[in-house]
């Protein structure tokens, strides 16, 4: 009787650690999908309360943050920059290291500029904040950048495998 009771909690335990997992990668999905979304509403807020805190604190703060990000993109439209596409392709598995639950999110971003259509595949790093229960991402070709990611992500290391940018510009034919 003792050992079906231990067994039926073991069980019990291994299913909703599981479970409690693969929603995080669920999550993260989810999670990479709104902060998308939301760069293409213009919904800075959104985007970041998405974003890795040390990067805000970087610009300055959240404030600072938003008021450069709503001028970069204000003097994007005036010479024409439009977003046409924002969508997430996939997560990797999600691995625990230095603490952290940590993922790469795969994303399709597509613009207009200048007569130009620009398409890029890019990376996120995510790394879930277990305190908001929510995550937070930031480019991963910028972890490609010793002494940025000395700043905001001192002692990094992972055995995340993250691929380059695909860029592509081609011009607009009528």
């Given at each position: 009787?003792?050992?079906?009771?231990?067994?039926?909690?073991?069980?019990?335990?291994?299913?909703?650690?599981?479970?409690?997992?693969?929603?995080?990668?669920?999550?993260?999905?989810?999670?990479?999908?709104?902060?998308?979304?939301?760069?293409?509403?213009?919904?800075?807020?959104?985007?970041?309360?998405?974003?890795?805190?040390?990067?805000?604190?970087?610009?300055?703060?959240?404030?600072?943050?938003?008021?450069?990000?709503?001028?970069?993109?204000e003097n994007m439209k005036?010479?024409?920059?439009?977003?046409?596409?924002?969508?997430?392709?996939?997560?990797?598995?999600?691995?625990?290291?230095?603490?952290?639950?940590?993922?790469?999110?795969?994303?399709?971003?597509?613009?207009?500029?200048?007569?130009?259509?620009?398409?890029?595949?890019?990376?996120?790093?995510?790394?879930?904040?277990?305190?908001?229960?929510?995550?937070?991402?930031?480019?991963?070709?910028?972890?490609?950048?010793?002494?940025?990611?000395?700043?905001?992500?001192?002692?990094?290391?992972?055995?995340?495998?993250?691929?380059?940018?695909?860029?592509?510009?081609?011009?607009?034919?009528?």
């Open positions: 009787m003792m050992n079906n009771i231990k067994k039926i909690l073991l069980f019990i335990l291994i299913a909703t650690s599981v479970n409690g997992f693969s929603q995080t990668k669920t999550d993260a999905l989810k999670d990479a999908k709104i902060t998308s979304k939301a760069g293409l509403e213009m919904d800075y807020e959104t985007v970041l309360k998405h974003t890795l805190p040390s990067v805000l604190d970087m610009m300055g703060g959240k404030d600072a943050a938003l008021k450069v990000i709503e001028s970069t993109f005036a010479q024409g920059f439009v977003f046409e596409k924002a969508d997430i392709n996939g997560v990797s598995e999600i691995v625990k290291e230095q603490g952290q639950f940590r993922c790469i999110i795969e994303g399709y971003n597509q613009m207009v500029m200048s007569g130009q259509r620009i398409s890029s595949k890019s990376y996120l790093l995510g790394i879930y904040n277990e305190a908001d229960k929510y995550w937070w991402f930031i480019e991963a070709k910028q972890l490609k950048n010793e002494a940025l990611t000395k700043q905001i992500l001192p002692n990094f290391e992972t055995a995340l495998e993250i691929p380059e940018d695909d860029l592509k510009v081609e011009p607009i034919e009528d």
